[in-house]
């Protein structure tokens, strides 16, 4: 078993800044993790400190099982795979893969034979004998994963691995990772600052923010269910559109007009301790064209005209930048448009409404 469990973890760096506030999460056996944050969320210490490159200040981490606030890196059995790939240049990929079976004293006989059977996975067998030099970006994370898996280590720690690549591969090298963590069923903590790849990636994504988890879900769920603000605009691409509306004789008033609200949101924002002042978001794919959408469709959401800056054509589907209320909104997935540039009706149908007051306070879904 190689679960994964921080019980109240916090890093206090020594000239004062805590980099990590009391983190609480478990991760399961086999399980894919992402942590997904901006800069300077706390991620890469989170990370450190299970790898055991960073001590953990208060908080205690245990891997199946087992406390190892104190063991040493090279103890804790797990592998990780760095963003700048650290191979090492004067050696072969297959030496480069070799290098930890011969760490651990492993025969020559069964180092070539775990080393094939890496390169074997990894697409890797005709470029055993080439040096790091002679490969493409791809091909190096690629023997830097071999080196990884080679072991067979109780978990993978991965800092942004993919990040030197260029668009295209990144794409690529998702599916390459995604298909070998299946296959290995290895515990796999996975730090990135990209939500499409955090989206795209694990089985549950862990969200940080100034050093501390703002939700822990699987990536549709907190797509669909955001619990606050921070979360809401973070995951989705391009991010979801925020508005301010106010709770008035039970109806939900924006400057765009007033919204129609379902029984559910209508029960919760009864509540005596609800708040007034709210947000309401609504995802850009949840904009239409209101001349071009039924009378239903139109009744169900807000119809407003607001200047179209620019339209982005993506083959199929098309981007608006739209100016509401004098924001920037965008509009997305819009299959037709009755205007190109110029004033435009939209009907938006307010997906969330995400209150204003605390970073904790609910989002209620409509
Ligand atoms: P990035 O995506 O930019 O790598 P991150 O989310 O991985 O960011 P961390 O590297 O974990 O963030 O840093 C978290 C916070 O801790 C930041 O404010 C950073 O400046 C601070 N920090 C990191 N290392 C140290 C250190 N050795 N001493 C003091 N502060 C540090």
């Given at each position: ?58 908080g205690?981490?245990?891997i ?96 942004e ?59 549709q ?34 400057a ?32 239409e ?11 169900r ?16 589907d ?40 605390s970073?904790?306070s ?5």
């Open positions: 078993m190689a679960d994964i469990v921080l019980d109240k973890v916090s890093k206090k760096f020594p000239d004062g800044t805590i980099a990590v506030r009391d983190v609480d999460l478990e991760i399961a056996d086999g399980e894919f993790v992402i942590l997904v944050g901006p800069s300077g969320c706390g991620k890469s210490t989170t990370l450190n400190m299970i790898a055991g490159l960073e001590d953990i200040s208060s205690e981490l245990r199946g099982g087992e406390r190892v606030n104190d063991k040493a890196p090279r103890d804790r059995d797990i592998a990780m795979v760095f963003q700048s790939y650290a191979l090492y240049p004067n050696m072969t990929v297959r030496e480069n893969m070799a290098f930890p079976l011969r760490l651990a004293k492993l025969d020559q006989a069964t180092i070539e034979q775990k080393v094939e059977e890496a390169a074997k996975v990894l697409e890797l067998t005709p470029l055993l004998d080439r040096k790091p030099a002679n490969l493409s970006g791809g091909q190096r994370q690629r023997v830097a994963m071999g080196r990884a898996i080679v072991r067979k280590p109780k978990a993978f720690l991965m800092d691995p993919l990040s030197n690549l260029d668009a295209k591969l990144r794409v690529q090298m998702r599916t390459v990772v995604s298909r070998l963590q299946k296959r290995l069923g290895t515990t796999t903590v996975y730090v990135t600052h990209d939500q499409t790849e955090a989206m795209t990636l694990g089985d549950r994504v862990v969200i940080m923010r100034g050093g501390a988890v703002q939700q822990v879900g699987p990536p769920e907190l797509y669909d269910h955001p619990h606050n603000l921070f979360v809401a605009g973070f995951i989705g691409s391009p991010s979801m559109n925020f508005l301010p509306a106010t709770l008035e004789e039970g109806r939900l008033r924006t765009l007009g007033d919204v129609p609200i379902g029984d559910r949101i209508r029960r919760e924002l009864s509540r005596a301790d609800a708040p007034r002042e709210l947000i309401l978001g609504i995802r850009p794919e949840h904009f064209d209101a001349e071009l959408v039924d009378e239903e469709t139109r009744r959401g807000i119809v407003f005209e607001a200047p179209v800056d620019i339209v982005e054509s993506m083959g199929s098309k981007y608006v930048y739209l100016t509401v209320e004098g924001e920037r909104a965008t509009a997305a997935e819009l299959k037709e448009l009755a205007a190109d540039a110029g004033a435009a009706d939209f009907t938006g149908v307010g997906s969330h409404l995400v209150t204003r007051l970073a904790e609910t989002v209620t879904e409509g």
